[in-house]
C-alpha cells in the first residue's frame, strides 16, 4: 500500500524556519510528481510547490516565492519543503501528494493520486 508521510511540523516564531519532509513508500513507479499543499483554519486548500518527473519543472505559489524551496533526494524517496522567513499566515496543515502522470502544470491541480496525512505548522509569538 502506498503510504505519504509527512513530518518537520511545529511552533516556530516569525522570521524562522522550518524543513518539511515526506517519506514515500511503495509507489509502484521509479520516478513520480510530488506537491505540496496546505490548508489553513477556515481555508480552502492551496497548493504550495510541485516538483515534477525527472525534477524538470518546479513550481510556487505567489505567496512563497522565494521563501520556500521544494527539493528530493536522488533515490526520490523523500521529498522536502524548506520554508524560510515564514509568517503567520504560512499557519496551515501541510500535505505533501504524488502522482505518476501528472507533471506540475497546471500548477495546483489537487486530483494527485496518493495523500499523506498532513503536519501542522504554526507560525506564532
Known amino acids: 500500500q502506498v503510504q505519504l508521510v509527512e513530518s518537520g511540523g511545529g511552533l516556530v516564531q516569525p522570521g524562522g524556519s522550518l524543513k518539511l519532509s515526506c517519506s514515500v513508500s511503495l509507489l509502484p513507479q521509479d520516478d513520480y510528481t510530488i506537491g505540496w499543499f496546505r490548508q489553513a483554519p477556515g481555508k480552502e486548500r492551496e497548493a504550495v510547490s510541485c516538483?515534477?518527473?525527472?525534477?524538470?519543472?518546479?513550481r510556487y505559489a505567489e505567496s512563497v516565492e522565494g521563501r520556500f524551496t521544494i527539493s528530493r533526494n536522488s533515490a526520490k524517496k523523500t521529498a522536502y519543503l524548506e520554508m524560510n522567513n515564514l509568517k503567520p499566515e504560512d499557519t496551515a496543515v501541510y500535505y505533501c501528494?504524488?502522482?505518476?502522470?501528472?507533471?506540475?502544470?497546471?500548477?495546483?491541480?489537487?486530483?494527485?493520486?496518493?495523500w499523506g496525512k498532513g503536519t501542522l505548522v504554526n507560525v506564532s509569538s
Open positions: 501528494a504524488a502522482d505518476s502522470i501528472y507533471n506540475c502544470d497546471p500548477f495546483g491541480y489537487s486530483g494527485m493520486d496518493y
Open positions: 516538483i515534477g518527473i525527472n525534477d524538470r519543472l518546479i
